[in-house]
């Protein structure tokens, strides 16, 4: 069984950082994908980063996604956990953040089968 357990969110001021951890047990298979999604209150959930536990190459889908340079992800595959550090938060950064894995498609960017129960990230101005 498949479990994945978000930790690290919180309040914080614009302009701040953080770092939300995503502890994964119970791999699907050797190469799935570890994503980051996010869902602010009345928008539908977007993607933010995604990366492969044997590739080097994260995503973040493209300059107009939620990332805009300022999202990092990475992975410690040692202890199963994918990171996903925050800098220069925005109000609009505020949602709760999801991570996923269980690629079901060919896309990194989803579907995916297998969701953590979400952490609140909240950034006041």
């Known amino acids: 069984q498949v479990q994945l357990v978000e930790s690290g969110g919180g309040l914080v001021q614009a302009g701040a950082s953080m770092r939300l951890s995503c502890v994964v047990s119970g791999r699907t298979f050797a190469d799935d994908a570890v994503a980051w999604f996010r869902q602010a209150p009345g928008n539908e959930r977007e993607f933010v980063a995604a990366?492969?536990?044997?590739?080097?190459?994260?995503?973040?889908?493209g300059p107009a996604g939620p990332a805009k340079g300022r999202f990092t992800i990475a992975r410690d595959n040692a202890k199963n956990t994918v990171y996903l550090q925050m800098n220069n938060l925005e109000p609009e950064d505020t949602a709760v953040y999801f991570c996923?894995?269980?690629?079901?498609?060919?896309?990194?960017?989803?579907?995916?089968?297998?969701w953590g129960q979400g952490t609140q990230v909240s950034v006041s101005s």
């Open positions: 990366i492969r536990w044997m590739s080097n190459s994260p995503y973040y889908g």
């Open positions: 996923a894995t269980g690629s079901m498609g060919d896309s990194i960017r989803g579907p995916y089968e297998y």
